[in-house]
T-cell receptor
Framework: AQTVTQSQPEMSVQEAETVTLSCTYDTSENNYYLFWYKQPPSRQMILVIRQEAYKQQNATENRFSVNFQKAAKSFSLKISDSQLGDTAMYFCAFMNHHTNTGNQFYFGTGTSLTVIP | NAGVTQTPKFQVLKTGQSMTLQCAQDMNHEYMSWYRQDPGMGLRLIHYSVGAGITDQGEVPNGYNVSRSTTEDFPLRLLSAAPSQTSVYFC?????????????FGPGTRLTVT
């Protein structure tokens, strides 16, 4: 079974600073996908970044980047130049490559990030 | 485009009542899914559909039914509500499997069963 662990329930960062959110996972699969989702107080789930396990290059999306270490089963999210709008719950998620499992995510318990003005 | 819409936004049910949560999307997406989110947890898959007329179970399907008669609509039915079904429910859609295509989420329905 797949498990996803986020060991930081809460974090805070000063506006314009950089913060890193940790995520580790456990799987016996070789091909899979990893995601970071953001859930602001509005409850809307928003995809932040996505990484395919067979790609060695770390994914980046503007101020968001990941440090993907497949051997260590680690997938951390770095937010640069933090903005007040980054305040949200952040979920790390895993999905198998096999499409016959449908859209089955395995989520971590989340990290609540607060950006301080 | 309205994206993914869900109704109602809030609902209170008594134990044993039934109801249908509505979900619609106007993006012509083939894949649609229902998830529930309990406090302090991420999303868990209830049911999903890979196209009109095709549905399948996810991780936590018990107590829920779905149907997909059109591409646009994917209602979730609670047959006999139980307090354990108190949760926030999200509908999502995508062009294809969520692993390869971004999922678009609705705003959620907060359901309380007393």
């Amino acid at each position: 079974a797949q498990t996803v662990t986020q060991s930081q329930p809460e974090m805070s960062v000063q506006e314009a600073e950089t913060v890193t959110l940790s995520c580790t996972y456990d799987t016996s699969e070789n091909n899979y996908y990893l995601f970071w989702y953001k859930q602001p107080p509005s409850r809307q789930m928003i995809l932040v970044i996505r990484q395919e396990a067979y790609k060695q290059q770390n994914a980046t999306e503007n101020r968001f980047s990941v440090n993907f270490q497949k051997a260590a089963k680690s997938f951390s999210l770095k937010i640069s130049d933090s903005q007040l709008g980054d305040t949200a719950m952040y979920f790390c998620a895993f999905m198998n490559h096999h499409t016959n499992t449908g859209n089955q995510f395995y989520f971590g318990t989340g990290t609540s990030l607060t950006v301080i003005p | 485009n309205a994206g993914v819409t869900q109704t109602p936004k809030f609902q209170v049910l008594k134990t044993g009542q039934s109801m249908t949560l509505q979900c619609a999307q106007d993006m012509n997406h083939e894949y649609m899914s229902w998830y529930r989110q309990d406090p302090g947890m991420g999303l868990r898959l209830i049911h999903y559909s890979v196209g009109a007329g095709i549905t399948d179970q996810g991780e936590v399907p018990n107590g829920y039914n779905v149907s997909r008669s059109t591409t646009e609509d994917f209602p979730l039915r609670l047959l006999s509500a139980a307090p354990s079904q108190t949760s926030v429910y999200f509908c999502a859609s995508s062009y294809g499997p969520a692993a390869a295509y971004e999922q678009y989420f609705g705003p959620g329905t907060r359901l309380t069963v007393t």
